[in-house]
């Protein structure tokens, strides 16, 4: 294409001229026998048409920027202030852990599970046909992390999956036989997993893992999900899927402290019963007894001064039963006693021994707990291996108590003298003495006869059926 032509100049024409054609931009027009006005308009007209498009398709294109702007910049929009005093802040959206943890109940039911379930003893064994053989703790559990110790380790498992729904842990060292010697537990936030397709790679049964955007081979990752749904490899995230409720209780907890830094409403009034108050003395008079209200001084006035103090109870703004409200929840979600982390229980609480609350503290909420841990850790093991918390040792019972069951252990045979007394940090009996497992009767010369049923009811009238008006015992 001749571009020269786009920028040619066409010679100027008379009137008088016999016409001819003209180059009007890109285009020859017929001049012949038509003044230069007339070919001049028309060159206008095709020009104005052609920029009207032109102006108009910029015009478009120029709206259309406009509004994705607009639309992106209402999709970023937040309202961070509003130009009153009153209500909290801004109600939903997502939730991180490190905010949700300015919650008091969402730090005491981490700590509750994370302490009791690290505080529980660990045991190895093996079960055999004769029983079951205690065995040493293993390395990995001997020194499992490069940071802290077995009790560490175990917090931090437990809080991921208190707060993020899920632990995961990379293996960064294996015996010889390629079973785990150490494992790091990674932030959730490292984490990303594709198990979204129907089949093949990325699928639930074959899924693919990321850590910090690199791909991962599943069998170098310990994953110990908590609440797991169907056709998911990561479990529940509890503050992910009740990120309202936190919400509305982070509100209620800001709420309720920007009212005693601000002061909420004033102290009291201060009024004069017989004379009228011009505004510079009422300016002095009110400095003055703020003053003496914040140093905390005795008020002295006169017998026409009369101050009516204003008090605000903090439950009328609902504050405390809004955040006992959020107690209860949380504690429903981690299947905690609620009066544990700051909750009300639904009726009034019989009385029972500490023992007791320890006892339904375990069967209430650690062992499912314990039980999820165990399994997991137990596939980490040789073949025929298992884990297991020692729950027992979480009871503290009262010496009299503890000795009252350890007599009845030994009473029957159920353990010997040597490990009542290792289980209260006391040396064996000298010479072996302790390691006799013959219950006392027996050891004692008493015939202890096994007991048996009768056979036929009808040799004591006690163990008789008898049979009803309207009943048929057969």
Same mark, same amino acid.
């Given at each position: 294409m001749d571009f020269g032509r786009w920028f040619r100049r066409a010679p100027k024409r008379q009137v008088s001229d016999d016409g001819g054609p003209v180059l009007v931009g890109d285009v020859w027009m017929d001049a012949r026998g038509r003044p230069a006005s007339s070919w001049r308009a028309t060159a206008r007209a095709t020009w104005g048409r052609r920029l009207g498009l032109a102006t108009r398709g910029f015009r478009q294109v120029g709206a259309w920027l406009v509004g994705v702007e607009s639309r992106g910049a209402v999709e970023k929009r937040s309202i961070s202030s509003v130009p009153w005093g009153n209500g909290g802040g801004n109600v939903g959206g997502a939730v991180s852990v490190d905010r949700a943890l300015r919650l008091a109940p969402v730090y005491a039911a981490g700590r509750l599970l994370a302490s009791n379930l690290a505080a529980a003893p660990l045991r190895q064994f093996r079960e055999t046909g004769d029983g079951v053989q205690t065995l040493p703790l293993s390395s990995l559990f001997a020194s499992p992390s490069s940071q802290g110790n077995l009790n560490d380790w175990i917090w931090r498992a437990v809080l991921s999956m208190v707060y993020r729904g899920n632990a995961v842990g990379y293996i960064t060292a294996r015996d010889y036989l390629g079973y785990p010697t150490m494992v790091e537990w990674l932030p959730m936030d490292w984490v990303q997993v594709l198990d979204s397709m129907p089949s093949g790679e990325?699928?639930?049964?074959?899924?693919?893992?990321? $850590?910090? !955007?690199?791909?991962?081979?599943?069998?170098?990752? $310990?994953?110990?999900?908590?609440?797991?749904?169907?056709? +998911? =490899?990561? #479990?529940?995230?509890?503050?992910?899927?009740?990120?309202?409720?936190?919400?509305?209780?982070?509100a209620a907890q800001e709420y309720m402290e920007a009212w005693h830094a601000t002061g909420g409403v004033p102290p009291g009034t201060f009024k004069n019963t017989t004379q009228t108050v011009d &505004?510079?003395?009422?300016? $002095? =008079? +009110?400095?003055?007894?703020?003053?003496?209200?914040?140093?905390? &001084?005795?008020?002295?006035? !006169? +017998?026409?001064?009369?101050?009516?103090?204003?008090? $605000?109870?903090?439950?009328?703004? &609902?504050?405390i039963s809004?955040? +006992?409200? !959020?107690?209860?929840?949380?504690?429903?979600?981690? #299947?905690?006693?609620?009066?544990? =982390? #700051?909750?009300?229980? !639904?009726g009034s609480m019989s009385y029972s021994s500490p023992a007791q609350r320890e006892i339904e503290l375990i069967q209430l909420t650690l062992l499912p707990w314990m039980s999820k841990l165990e399994s997991h850790l137990s596939m980490l093991t040789p073949r025929g291996q298992c884990v297991s918390f020692d729950a027992d040792k979480l009871i503290r019972l009262d010496p009299l108590t503890r000795w009252t069951i350890y007599e009845k252990q030994r009473l029957i045979g159920g353990a010997n003298i040597d490990e009542i007394r290792n289980r209260e940090n006391l040396p064996p009996v000298p010479g072996g003495k302790g390691q006799d497992y013959t219950p006392l009767p027996i050891q004692a010369g008493e015939q202890v006869s096994t007991p048996t049923v009768r056979s036929d009811p009808d040799d004591d009238a006690r163990l008789r059926l008898i049979r009803g008006s309207e009943q048929n015992h057969g």
């Open positions: 990325g699928s639930f049964v074959n899924p693919i893992w990321f $850590v910090l !955007g690199n791909r991962v081979d599943p069998t170098d990752l $310990v994953h110990i999900p908590w609440f797991t749904l169907p056709g +998911k =490899i990561l #479990g529940l995230s509890p503050i992910g899927a009740f990120a309202s409720m936190a919400s509305t209780n982070l &505004q510079a003395d009422a300016a $002095v =008079i +009110k400095t003055r007894l703020t003053e003496a209200i914040r140093t905390r &001084q005795p008020i002295v006035y !006169g +017998k026409d001064w009369d101050y009516s103090p204003i008090t $605000v109870p903090a439950y009328e703004a &609902q504050f809004t955040l +006992k409200l !959020g107690a209860t929840q949380l504690a429903a979600i981690y #299947g905690v006693p609620p009066e544990l =982390i #700051g909750g009300e229980t !639904g």
